[in-house]
């Protein structure tokens, strides 16, 4: 099982950590009734939040951290899937402890129904056509 020890647990850092979390973001997004809380802090290329401790300059996922603050331990080999889809949310609630393999087929499989939902390149192309013509 992750769980916090030793210099995460330091006052310092918990203060400095939940300083970037915004639990009542401007644009809220929810998922199961549940508000998503904002990370304010750095982001990597994907978008996922990260967190380098004030002292020690370890680097952890503001998610993963957010989770274990929570009291909510994550087992060994575990990802936490983004349920509500939204790559900066760390709320607890917004996660699940899941294997990387389940974690990277559910990602796939919302890539995938998103991909049907939007319209595609060919209509664009058609709408983009008739309005030259005009």
């Known amino acids: 099982m992750s769980t916090l020890t030793g210099p995460w647990l330091e006052h310092e850092c918990r203060e400095s950590f939940w300083r970037l979390v915004d639990k009542a973001p401007s644009d809220p997004h929810f998922y199961n009734g549940a508000i998503g809380w904002e990370w304010r802090g750095l982001k990597n290329k994907q978008g996922y939040g990260y967190f380098i401790h004030p002292v020690g300059g370890w680097i952890l996922g503001a998610h993963r951290l957010t989770y274990m603050y929570e009291m909510l331990e994550i087992p060994d080999g575990?990802?936490?899937?983004?349920?509500?889809?939204?790559?900066?949310?760390?709320?607890?609630?917004?996660?699940?402890?899941?294997?990387?393999?389940?974690?990277?087929?559910?990602?796939?499989?919302?890539?995938?129904?998103?991909?049907?939902?939007?319209?595609?390149?060919?209509?664009?192309?058609l709408r983009s056509a008739f309005a030259k013509r005009r």
């Open 78 to 125: 575990h990802d936490l899937d983004h349920l509500c889809r939204v790559r900066d949310c760390v709320s607890p609630l917004h996660l699940e402890p899941v294997t990387h393999k389940e974690n990277l087929a559910r990602r796939d499989n919302a890539r995938s129904l998103a991909q049907r939902i939007r319209p595609s390149k060919s209509n664009s192309g």
